[in-house]
């Protein structure tokens, strides 16, 4: 079974601070995982995969495999970055299933 | 290119009743997946779709179904309604397996 644990339900950082989102999987095969951002009242929206590798909006993601371990992480928070963050699996099987952690809510304090 | 859109916006039921809530996705994209989001559980993945075939399905009961048609717009429905189906459903599209996901803005289910 796969399993996406995000341990912390509120993270509150002070503007200019670094900043890490923990998220934890379990998964027997090759994942493939992604970080979900909800701004308020707007949709879930992709923030980036770790096929990519790739730095959006200043974050950046690395997969640990020896950690089952993909947290995201910003060198300096801002206030903007204020916003509901899930942390998700893709198997890697033919069928594609989708596993969310609960959420982590980022809150930057100016 | 409009986004993924979803109907009703809200849904007020009573328990035993049925609903059905539609999905319509980006114009090319093929895969519906539908899940559930509630405070406590966060987003938990009802099912999804590829061209009109269910290919994987979450743990939840037999009461939520769901189909997609040939144009690719999915339905859900939910039969026998529990207050524990308060929820807000949302569908996500993608152009195949493995690309990310695109979300609509959700049905917000109430049953009372």
């Known amino acids: 079974a796969q399993r996406v644990t995000q341990p912390e339900k509120l993270l509150s950082v002070f503007k200019g601070a670094p900043v890490e989102l923990k998220c934890n999987y379990s998964?027997?095969?090759?994942?493939?995982l992604f970080w979900y951002v909800q701004y308020s009242r707007q949709r879930l929206q992709l923030l980036l995969r770790h096929i990519s590798r790739e730095s959006i909006k200043g974050f950046t993601a690395d997969l640990n495999k020896g950690e089952t371990s993909f947290h995201l992480k910003k060198p300096f928070a801002q206030e903007e970055d204020s916003a509901m963050y899930y942390c998700a699996l893709m198997n890697s099987g033919g069928y594609q299933k989708v596993t969310f952690g609960t959420g982590t809510k980022l809150q930057v304090i100016p | 290119k409009a986004g993924v859109t979803q109907t009703p916006r809200y849904l007020i039921k009573t328990r035993g009743q049925q609903v059905t809530l539609s999905c319509s996705p980006i114009s090319g994209h093929r895969s519906v997946s539908w899940y559930q989001q509630t405070p406590g559980q966060g987003l938990q993945f009802l099912f999804e779709?590829?061209?009109?075939?269910?290919?994987n399905k979450g743990n939840f009961p037999g009461r939520f179904s769901g189909r997609q048609f040939s144009n690719s717009r999915s339905e859900m429905n939910v039969s026998t309604l529990e207050l524990g189906d308060s929820a807000l459903y949302l569908c996500a599209s993608s152009f195949g397996r493995g690309e990310k996901l695109f979300f609509g803005s959700g049905t917000q289910l109430s049953v009372l």
């Open positions: 779709y590829f061209s009109e075939t269910q290919r």
């Open positions: 998964y027997s095969g090759s994942p493939e």
